[in-house]
């Protein structure tokens, strides 16, 4: 079968251009102006936007374990509404993504069922303790992108060191959620005026800088490619600059709610706003969206953590950390960074596609003849508002919940499937 | 007394969401509280037929019983919902607690919490209003009203004193509390402590002074206020000993000659007497500690009046 999209303001290598797109099947057969085929299905995308599928490389699809926040299924839908057609899970289920069989039984149960592409992310520990190496050459055989704690930080500096020598070994990246459990303690939100403010445990920025230092070092001797996921602070990017600066294969990742939101948010007790790391400093804020804009971030990754609304309608310490992602990330960014100017769309996208799917290199993320369909159709023009009726996930922990946004997936294909139309 | 502010079903979570007018009328309304609990029979009839629900989540006795005085003595009907007793620590939620309690038919709910922003909780769960009694670090409102009351009926302004808070300002909903209804009444606050229990940012936020030494802290101030130094923050590792705190922040006849002559003397309770507060200095003349306590009666009495909408 033959779907061409006329028209269409085609997002291609860093530009716009209005483009007629066909793809045959699951491949993206041509893209030119005025194609002269005959499709069996055309659809009309004068005025939209066609962009590559969006890619994510730090979610949570809660499956296997936690199916009662999410699941594959309800995870997926709600990627395909957020345009994404790739995403990668992390490794923090029940059981843990620790051993080859958890990897093939996400992998098979998102390959039957999912509404996107779902890549593993092993662990880099077993059971995600810290306490010895996971089994990841053999993860690897089995199909893992990278390993991650994600949630956890291995703090023994030791072992960390041993298991980015041994993820070296099989090139596997090494995705780091970086926190020092002492610094960080029983800390609900930034320390910062906020903190100050509502008698709330602060999580200082250190306990993320420390760690992504150590982590540097360790990247340096053990020659480990290092990629920093949700990096918050300016100084955690000045760490990673340095380290960039010095050649080293290091990476980051910046989350939309950092770029977006700052630790006033908090103020509220709104627990939709709690998350880790934290919400810091307008500076901080401030600095991320520099980083994004200049390159020093690599990308930006939703670490889409839903939680049940029982678990974040508790008393604000009680609460569990974590944001909700996928359907708000890109009508948030775009309608409060590029609509006002902050941002540029074409940097947007390409931080939402080419650009995590080079990080690991998924064959992802570009529109080009021979590429897989994995595409996005969107009106920017019109609005969407997620409430918690018309939410896909299964949990609704957003902040942008009942909040007018701009930007809306009219249509996602997925390898040529359609997965999503509004 | 005309309720001419809008109170009725008017939560308090804290003083910020009271305007200076309104802290004032409420300090009037508890004046005239003040005279029903020096009467033989301490009892009007104005809140006949409403209920109040004490929901302590953490112990308080002192505090409990205040607003259990307060609600009583206007002839609210009384129920109190302690943790030790209670289905929380059964692993009910909050919210299920209060959807239950409210199936009781509540009227108004105080609320003590470890937790901040729990009263919040508490009024979106039950839709009735809900005074903190004290949540965590975060606030206690009641607290401020009654120090600010008992500053006010000594020195019958607060506009322009110099008020100074000495001890374990981090862990304190007292202080945060007190720094936004003080400085609402015009009053300049300097917080004093080592700079291990002292949160970053107060300046900014509050608009306060912080200072690390005691004796410039005490200097021309009008009033003076000791915290409650806990031994836990010892195991926190956030100061050696209670030993070495008494030495540098104790509030003594020797450190007190700092402060202006006659300044008063305050301390929320309860006390470690001979740690941040020399019994010398505790029970003298200057100390209107025991007043706080009796106000507080008064100043929730006054509260809970308005909020209910009490027929005078």
């Given at each position: 079968m033959k779907t061409m999209i006329k028209n269409g303001i085609v997002y291609q290598n860093g530009k716009f251009e209005s483009l007629d797109i066909l793809f045959e099947g699951h491949k993206i057969t041509q893209i030119g102006k005025d194609i002269s085929i005959k499709a069996d299905e055309t659809i009309d995308a004068a005025g939209k936007h066609v962009l590559p599928g969006l890619v994510d490389i730090h979610c949570h699809l809660r499956d296997p374990g936690f199916t009662y926040k999410e699941d594959i299924i309800s995870g997926t839908k709600a990627a395909a509404r957020g345009g994404f057609t790739t995403v990668c899970a992390m490794p923090n289920t029940?059981?843990?993504?620790?051993?080859?069989a958890t990897v093939e039984f996400i992998q098979r149960r998102a390959k039957d069922l999912g509404f996107c592409k779902v890549k593993v992310i092993g662990a880099i520990t077993k059971q995600i303790e810290g306490k010895e190496i996971s089994e990841m050459a053999s993860m690897k055989e089995g199909g893992i992108i990278a390993i991650s704690d994600d949630g956890n930080c291995v703090q023994n500096g030791k072992l960390m060191m041993n298991c980015m020598k041994y993820a070296a070994n099989f090139h596997l990246p090494v995705i780091i959620h970086a926190e020092d459990y002492n610094f960080a303690g029983k800390g609900q939100i930034h320390s910062g005026k906020a903190a100050s403010q509502l008698g709330l445990s602060g999580i200082p920025a250190i306990a993320e800088e420390v760690i992504i230092a150590r982590d540097i070092m360790l990247a340096e001797s053990t020659k480990a490619r290092l990629h920093v996921a949700h990096v918050s602070s300016a100084r955690?990017?000045?760490?990673?600059?340095?380290?960039?600066?010095?050649?080293?294969?290091?990476?980051?990742?910046?989350?939309?709610?950092?770029?977006?939101?700052?630790?006033?948010?908090t103020i509220t007790f709104d627990t939709n706003t709690k998350c880790k790391p934290p919400l810091r400093s307008e500076k901080d804020r401030l600095a991320l969206l520099e980083g994004l804009k200049s390159g020093l971030i690599d990308c930006i990754a939703t670490d889409h953590a839903p939680h049940a609304d029982y678990e974040k309608e508790?008393?604000?310490?009680?609460?569990?950390?974590?944001?909700?992602?996928?359907?708000?990330?890109?009508?948030?960014?775009?309608?409060?960074?590029?609509?006002?100017?902050?941002?540029?769309?074409?940097?947007?996208?390409?931080a939402l596609t080419s650009a995590p799917a080079q990080l690991f290199s998924l064959n992802a993320g570009v529109l080009e003849e021979g590429a897989t369909a994995d595409l996005v159709i969107a009106d920017l023009h019109q609005t969407i508002t997620l409430t918690a009726d018309n939410m896909l996930s299964k949990a609704k922990n957003t902040p942008w919940i009942d909040k007018e946004l701009k930007g809306k997936m009219l249509s996602t294909f997925c390898e040529g499937r359609i997965t999503w139309q509004a | 007394m005309s309720n001419t502010f809008h109170f009725i079903n008017r939560s308090m979570f804290d003083l910020d969401d009271y305007s200076a007018d309104e802290i004032m009328f409420i300090l009037e309304a508890a004046q005239g509280?003040?005279?029903?609990?020096?009467?033989?029979?301490?009892?009007?009839?104005?809140?006949?037929?409403?209920?109040?629900c004490t929901l302590f989540i953490e112990n308080s006795t002192r505090t409990r019983m205040s607003f259990e005085l307060a609600a009583s003595r206007l002839s609210a009907d009384v129920v109190s919902f302690q943790e030790s007793t209670s289905a929380l620590s059964k692993g009910e939620s909050l919210q299920d607690t209060v959807?239950?309690?409210?199936?009781?038919?509540?009227?108004?709910?105080v609320i003590r919490h470890s937790s901040p922003g729990s009263p919040q909780l508490v009024n979106k769960y039950s839709g009735k209003p809900v005074i903190n009694g004290g949540d965590g670090r975060h606030a206690h409102p009641t607290q401020a009203l009654l120090d600010i009351f008992s500053i006010w009926e000594r020195l019958h302004s607060l506009k322009g004193l110099k008020i100074t808070i000495v001890g374990d300002i981090l862990n304190s909903r007292v202080v945060r509390s007190n720094l936004i209804g003080m400085k609402k009444l015009g009053a300049h606050v300097t917080v004093c402590g080592p700079r291990?229990?002292?949160?970053?940012?107060?300046?900014?936020?509050?608009?306060?002074?912080?200072?690390?030494?005691?004796?410039?802290?005490?200097k021309d101030a009008d009033c003076v206020m000791g915290l409650r130094m806990q031994l836990e923050r010892q195991t926190e590792g956030l100061f050696p000993s209670l030993e070495e705190y008494t030495k540098h922040y104790v509030l003594s006849k020797d450190t007190i000659k700092w402060a202006k002559k006659d300044a008063l003397i305050m301390h929320p309770g309860p006390m470690n007497r001979?740690?941040?507060?020399?019994?010398?200095?505790?029970?003298?003349?200057?100390?209107?500690i025991t007043e706080q306590v009796a106000n507080g009666v008064a100043v929730r009495m006054a509260l809970l009046f308005l909020i209910l909408g009490g027929k005078a």
């Open positions: 029940d059981p843990v993504v620790d051993n080859i955690s990017l000045e760490l990673i600059k340095q380290a960039k600066d010095k050649g080293l294969p290091v990476s980051c990742e910046v989350t939309p709610h950092h770029l977006l939101l700052n630790e006033m948010a508790l008393e604000f310490d009680k609460a569990p950390f974590g944001i909700n992602g996928f359907e708000a990330a890109f009508a948030s960014l775009y309608t409060h960074l590029v609509i006002p100017g902050h941002l540029s769309l074409e940097r947007l996208i390409e | 509280m003040k005279e029903i609990n020096l009467r033989e029979y301490k009892k009007i009839p104005t809140l006949r037929g409403k209920t109040v959807y239950t309690l409210n199936a009781m038919g509540i009227d108004l709910y291990t229990l002292m949160p970053g940012h107060m300046e900014e936020v509050y608009g306060c002074k912080v200072e690390y030494d005691l004796k410039t802290a005490l001979g740690v941040e507060i020399l019994p010398e200095i505790a029970d003298s003349s200057q100390s209107i």
